[in-house]
């Protein structure tokens, strides 16, 4: 997160919010949706609201972006590849105010839409005032009521963190090797006192690409495992076939895919 530091140096940036990444706020409203349920994980919710921002603003530049990149993630390359590419037609429109609206970071758009902060009046400087303290008073907030308030006992937390899915997740408690493992999607666990998160920064040993904003739930941080390449291979007798055709059928039949049985019968006809 900028710290109030920075001010200085993004003065001259202090623009209307509007001008800062788009001329269309609808658009820009459009795009802290779509960064929104990036940032739940959830994909294929995202592309609507980012087509409409590129509706709106057809040289939105980050919309393009980020629309390429949700259909990265859901597999979809060529429309990937074709949004990624526009996106880097139009980089030479992203400005410095551009930039620096981005850097703020997804959840500072998200508190904005979700506070009503998002005004047609404020200036980017305000803004980041604005989104500087309401960070700050959440953390406070989250830190003050989930650790001390709710979380009574070592269950509570250990379900909290795996809830979280944080990028590190230290664990300093009693027999705290047997509560690590029952954290199943921290991207990097580090246990007791003596063993500071910064260790996995930079001598530990463990992959440092670890899986951030919950997406831990998914998946493991990167490991050489990533750059091999596997294929299943499958081999079934006549006689095997024969015992699971009752099975494949059913399944065809559920997925109203009927050419998908019928492909194994005729084998054993």
């Known amino acids: ?21 788009t001329a269309s706020l609808e658009a820009f409203k459009n795009f802290t949706v779509g960064v929104e ?6 994909y294929a919710e995202s592309v609507t609201p980012f087509k409409r921002a590129i509706e709106l603003d057809g040289e939105f530049a980050l919309a393009h972006a980020q629309l390429g990149t949700s259909y990265r993630d859901l597999r979809n390359l060529a429309l990937g590849n074709k949004y990624l590419e526009r996106a880097y037609q139009l980089r030479d429109r992203v400005s410095e105010r551009e930039r620096l609206v981005r850097s703020l970071g997804d959840r500072s758009y998200m508190i904005l839409r979700h506070h009503g902060l998002l005004t047609c ?11 500087y303290q309401l960070q700050r008073a959440c953390e406070v907030q989250v830190n003050t009521m989930k650790m001390g308030q709710e979380l009574r006992t070592l269950d509570e937390a250990v379900a909290l963190a795996n809830q979280l899915a944080p990028e590190h997740c230290e664990v300093m408690t009693r027999n705290a090797s047997k509560v690590s493992r029952e954290i199943l999607s921290a991207g990097a666990i580090f246990i007791g006192p003596w ?75």
């Open 37 to 42: 349920f990036r940032r739940k994980g959830q």
């Open 195 to 269: 063993t500071p998160t910064v260790l996995g920064d930079y001598v530990a040993g463990p992959s440092h690409t670890l899986p951030t904003g919950g997406a831990g739930n998914s998946f493991a941080g990167l490991t050489v495992d990533q750059f091999q390449r596997r294929t299943s291979v499958v081999e079934y007798s006549r006689a095997s076939l024969k015992k699971a055709l009752p099975a494949v059928q059913k399944f065809a039949e559920l997925e109203g895919l009927s050419a998908h049985g019928t492909s194994a019968e005729m084998r054993v006809r």
């Open 1 to 21: 997160m900028p710290t109030p530091e920075s001010l200085t140096s993004i003065r001259k940036f202090d623009v209307p919010i509007e001008q800062a990444t």
């Open 121 to 131: 009046g404020e200036t980017a400087a305000a803004a980041f005032f604005r989104m």
